[in-house]
């Protein structure tokens, strides 16, 4: 049962970790992205999926 705990909460570090590269690597403002990123950090599920959903993408070019 740990080991199950221990795999979910590394998936939800990797993905908010992804989601924080994306949030600094996007065209929003300063303030959009610190926004954005206090929200992943304060709130690691809540946040990744409202960022997944309504936050800014990363530059693809």
Known sequence: MM?????????????D???LVSIINSRASTGTKV???LLVLIL???GFIIW????????TA
């Open 3 to 15: 080991e199950i705990r221990g795999l979910g909460g590394l998936i939800v570090l990797v993905l």
């Open 17 to 19: 970790i992804w989601a």
């Open 35 to 37: 926004m954005w990123s």
């Open 44 to 46: 690691p599920v809540l």
């Open 52 to 59: 997944f959903f309504a936050g800014p993408r990363a530059r």
